[in-house]
């Protein structure tokens, strides 16, 4: 059974890196796309990005510019992290495997992180 | 982005009675290999999204076939053929041919 578990600050300033990270427990880390989604307050999920166990990422282009993600396969872990947060960055951030040939099928139990003054 | 619209918001539905949400996108899901990557997803308050629907109509490991899905190009449906109480929640399409993926607005689910 494929567990994931995240974790991470809930509460940031404007202008602070936000840093979460996922561990993944069963199944294999190698043949999917980790992947971290973001649901604002009362709305749908958007998709920020998604790396590989070889590193590579694909981020939206919305947030590109201020998004890293990076993995490290000892582990079966991968981390997110957003620069310069303000108050739009406040949602529920989830981590999740997206299985290549059908999408995203186990998520984490999602982290809220509210950017306040 | 791909903008995928859903309807109804909200859907009231008394208990054992068939339900059917909409979800359209602004272009075709039909992806270059051939494959539409339109998923379904369950959302109940406080709990992560749960995959109901993969690639337009197959059901996910141990969802009920209550639940079906169907539709092409860039005209989706779910279908709920008797809706029980364990079906509360906000359901959501989700679209996976173009990057960056989008999700729907979503669709309350009320009994």
């Known amino acids: 059974q494929v567990q994931l578990q995240q974790w991470g600050a809930g509460l940031l300033k404007p202008s602070e890196t936000l840093s979460l990270t996922c561990a993944v427990y069963?199944?294999?880390?190698?043949?999917?796309?980790w992947s971290w989604i973001r649901q604002p307050p009362g709305k749908g999920p958007e998709w920020i990005g998604e790396?590989?166990?070889?590193?590579?990422?694909n981020y939206s282009p919305s947030l590109k510019s201020r998004v890293t993600m990076s993995v490290d396969t000892s582990k079966y872990q991968f981390s997110l992290k957003v620069n310069s947060v303000t108050a739009a960055d406040t949602a529920v951030y989830y981590c999740?495997?997206?299985?290549?040939?059908?999408?995203?099928?186990?998520w984490g139990q999602g982290t809220l992180v509210n950017v306040s003054s | 982005d791909v903008v995928m619209s859903q309807s109804p918001l909200p859907l009231p539905v008394p208990l054992g009675q068939p339900a059917s949400i909409s979800c359209r996108s602004s272009?075709?899901?039909?992806?270059?290999?051939?494959?539409?990557?339109l998923n379904w997803y369950h959302q109940r308050p406080g709990q992560s999204p749960r995959r109901l629907i993969y690639?337009?109509?197959n059901r996910d490991s141990g969802v009920p076939d209550r639940f079906s899905g169907s539709g092409s190009g860039s005209d989706f449906t779910l279908k709920i053929s008797r809706v029980e109480a364990e079906d509360v929640g906000v359901y959501y399409c989700?679209?996976?041919?173009?990057?960056?993926?989008?999700f729907g607005r979503g669709t309350k689910l009320e009994i």
């Open positions: 999740a495997r997206k299985d290549t040939l059908t999408g995203p099928d186990y």
């Open positions: 272009q075709s899901l039909v992806h270059s290999n051939g494959n539409t990557y």
């Open positions: 069963g199944g294999s880390f190698s043949g999917y796309y």
């Open positions: 690639k337009v109509s």
């Open positions: 790396i590989n166990h070889s590193g590579t990422a």
């Open positions: 989700m679209q996976g041919t173009h990057w960056p993926y989008t």
